[in-house]
């Protein structure tokens, strides 16, 4: 298959998935679904919530994962110094609820980017199974440490404010919460891709040696997608630490075996590197995961570990890649057919792309 520039006359064009009605349609049929889904569905309101903060997850993982190349286990640290903080300001400033949760939220927020902006430097210069290997440190040393401090309750974990209402409002509550979270991650990601910013991280995911060479400040840009990941992921940590109603060190905040792993399955089985493949990815795991804890109790961990080998066996372009290699006029990818067989009798390779 050869790709060519679509001003050339040979090509066969094919036409967009969508025009731009449908897309706008599509939109809007996912918002009022997503603003409605507490009320149609109201005995899953938070499973529901969770899949919009495993979708923050996978969002947030892929913006140096997929875009920058940089595969980390420790942004689930960001996280948990987002639960913490948010905890803490509710114990202990006494203001009323939603204005110390508005200000945990801004100081988890600002605790994480300076973590990011402490650690980065340090650690965005390793590469590789290097820097993974450190990140993946990064989630267990804080576990640990926060399961020894007292001042936040040690390995007991701490109980953040109660949400003064019944049960059902607080669901639905931080439900809204996660849903403009990911909704505002989401679209920040898409205007940030189309930038300059967007194509240097680009360019250090495809050549990071080139891409110094040519001047540009490759560490920079690694500890600011960094910082990205961390500002949204420590605003998490406080709605759901509200949500769930109890902070462990372990469990909780800093589950690097759960939450830090399941970031990076998410974003391969939708197609790290793209924009909606963290999306597909989480919902599909999300949807898959509480199957199993439904359907499979006692035996749900075992089917989990099949599901993550069946991720990185079957699915190792994620779903978007597979689809976009498979059916590229679905993208509107220009695709010259009259190539393919010229290039089969010449014993070239049949599925060359051209920038």
């Not at 902006?117 to 804080?142: D, E, H, K, N």
């Not at 849903?179 to 240097?200: C, E, M, P, Q």
């Not at 891409?211 to 540009?216: N, R, T, V």
């Not at 099949?306 to 976009?324: D, E, H, N």
């Amino acid at each position: 298959m050869s790709l060519r520039n679509p001003s050339s006359t040979s090509p066969l064009r094919a036409a967009p998935v969508a025009d731009g009605a449908t897309r706008i349609a599509i939109y809007v049929a996912l918002v009022a679904l997503s603003l409605a889904a507490p009320f149609l569905f109201q005995g899953i309101v938070t499973q529901l919530a969770f899949l919009w903060l495993m979708i923050l997850f996978a969002l947030t993982w892929d913006i140096l994962g997929g875009q920058t190349g940089y595969n980390s286990f420790g942004n689930v640290l960001f996280f948990g110094l987002g639960c913490y903080a948010a905890t803490v300001v509710q114990r202990d400033t006494h203001l009323p609820y939603f204005v110390a949760l508005a200000a945990g939220m801004g100081l988890s927020a600002l605790v994480a980017l300076l973590a990011a902006g402490v650690l980065g430097p340090l650690i965005l210069g390793m590469r590789g199974q290097y820097f993974a290997i450190c990140t993946l440190g990064l989630s267990i040393a804080a576990a640990d440490l926060f399961a020894g401090w007292e001042f936040v309750g040690a390995g007991s974990g701490i109980v953040p404010a109660l949400y003064p209402g019944p049960v059902d409002e607080r669901n639905r509550f931080f439900y809204y919460v996660l849903l403009a979270l990911a909704t505002i991650t989401f679209v920040t990601f898409r205007l940030l891709y189309r930038t300059r910013f967007g194509a240097a991280i680009n360019a250090i995911r495809d050549d990071e040696d080139k891409a110094d060479a040519m001047g540009l400040h490759t560490t920079r840009y690694k500890v600011a997608a960094w910082m990205l990941a961390a500002l949204f992921l420590g605003l998490a940590g406080g709605p759901v630490a509200g949500l769930v109603g109890f902070v462990d060190p372990r469990d909780l905040a800093f589950a690097g075996a759960t939450f830090g792993v399941w970031m990076v399955l998410m974003a391969v089985l939708g197609g790290k590197g793209t924009l909606w493949g963290p999306v597909i990815g989480a919902a599909i795991f999300h949807a898959t995961q509480e199957f199993f804890w439904t359907y499979l109790f006692g035996w749900q961990r075992v089917a989990m570990g099949i599901l993550i080998v069946a991720i990185v066996v079957f699915f190792p372009l994620g779903i978007m890649g597979g689809l976009r290699a498979r059916w590229p006029q679905w993208f509107g990818e220009v695709v010259d057919e009259a190539a393919r067989p010229a290039r089969a009798d010449e014993g070239g390779v049949g599925d060359e792309r051209v920038a």
